[in-house]
């Protein structure tokens, strides 16, 4: 079965503090691509970041950081010294392949809030 | 290149009107796919096109939703009679024949029933 878990609905930090939220993923595939997308109040999907399953490297953007284990099938997201613009809904995201084309699946979320 | 366009990027209708959505996908693209977040929950797939053909429509919630895809270019979404329920960001997505690692989605339209 293919699945994505965040089990984190809804976070809540001060601003400036560091937060991560967690990402768990389920598949067979040996090939498959990871996402995170940031859901702004506006509405609009804001790609993040992809990770392919063989490149086990972290990775930092700015503030923003990711670190991909399989072993643990884990691709949690950092945000150090968090802003009120990072206010948003988070999704991780799998990619993997049906018969001749990806399908991408989303985890249900989780609901940042950086209060001021 | 011009990424993937939709539009309206909102749209505000009583119940029991009709919408439609529509997706200009990248230029080129074979596939596109539609999804929406409605009420807050989660991201789900409605269905996928491969140029003009519907490979994968298991997600399409009833039959007051309809796609289109004439000529494997853009495409429509139309809901008819729109519900409260479907209220929410409808986002579009393209990717090449063949290819991997995901799409490249739109900015969605956001709906809102009243």
């Known amino acids: 079965a293919q699945k994505v878990t965040q089990a984190q609905t809804e976070i809540s930090v001060v601003e400036k503090e560091d937060v991560t939220l967690d990402c768990v993923y389920e598949t067979r595939d040996t090939t498959y691509y990871l996402f995170w997308y940031k859901q702004p109040p506006s509405g609009e999907l804001v790609f993040l970041i992809r990770?392919?399953?063989?490149?086990?490297q972290n990775e930092i953007s700015g503030r923003y950081s990711w670190n991909f284990q399989k072993s643990t099938s884990s691709f949690n997201f950092t945000i150090t010294a968090s802003q009120v613009v990072d206010s948003a809904v988070y999704f991780c995201a799998l990619s993997v392949r049906v018969t001749s084309y990806d399908k991408v699946i989303f985890g249900p979320g989780t609901s940042l809030s950086v209060i001021p | 290149e011009a990424g993937v366009t939709q539009f309206p990027s909102h749209s505000v209708i009583e119940k029991g009107q009709t919408v439609t959505l529509r997706c200009d996908p990248i230029?080129?693209?074979?596939?596109l796919y539609w999804y929406r977040r409605v009420m807050g929950k989660e991201i789900k797939f409605l269905l996928h096109?491969?140029?003009?053909?519907?490979?994968?429509e298991s997600g399409m919630p009833n039959n007051r939703f309809l796609a289109e895809r004439t000529g494997g270019t853009y495409s429509t979404l139309k809901v008819q009679p729109a519900e409260l329920e479907d209220s929410g960001v409808y986002f579009c997505?393209?990717?090449?024949?063949?290819?991997?690692?995901?799409?490249?989605f739109g900015s969605g339209t956001r709906l809102t029933v009243v």
């Open positions: 997505a393209s990717s090449p024949a063949g290819g991997r690692g995901g799409y490249t």
């Open positions: 230029s080129g693209h074979d596939n």
């Open positions: 096109f491969v140029k003009e053909s519907k490979q994968d």
């Open positions: 990770r392919n399953s063989f490149d086990e």
